[in-house]
Nanobody
Framework: QLRLVESGGGLVQPGGSLRLSCKYS????????MNWYRQAPGKERKLVAL???????RYVDHLEDRFTVWRDKDENTMYLQMINLKPEDTAVYYC??????????WGQGTQVTVSS
């Protein structure tokens, strides 16, 4: 079993920054890939960025221009640094972990609202 707890969301003006955290606990040695997803109002949940078990990082939709993901294994935390935020980044952001053998775990989500 894994437990994932996101934090760091909030209300920010366009052009602002936020750092999201995903603290994980439990059977952490079973973790393979870790991912950030987001779900905008009325839309499907979509992948934002991922870190594979071997440490490779991928972003979707050229978000690497503004987002940075990393994982601190000493702190059992995955981070998502977001800069130059835009209104279209408004969403609930979810942390996801995939284990070996495969199971998918989700956090409760953290709301990010970009608005003036």
């Amino acid at each position: 079993q894994l437990r994932l707890v996101e934090s760091g969301g909030g209300l920010v003006q366009p052009g602002g920054s936020l750092r999201l955290s995903c603290k994980y606990s439990g059977n952490i040695f079973s973790i393979n890939n870790m991912n950030w997803y987001r779900q905008a109002p009325g839309k499907e949940r979509k992948l934002v960025a991922l870190i594979t078990g071997s440490g490779n990082i991928r972003y979707v939709d050229h978000l690497e221009d503004r987002f940075t993901v990393w994982r601190d294994k000493d702190e059992n935390t995955m981070y998502l640094q977001m800069i130059n935020l835009k209104p279209e980044d408004t969403a609930v952001y979810y942390c996801n972990a995939e284990t070996i053998p495969f199971q998918a775990y989700w956090g409760q989500g953290t709301q990010v609202t970009v608005s003036s």
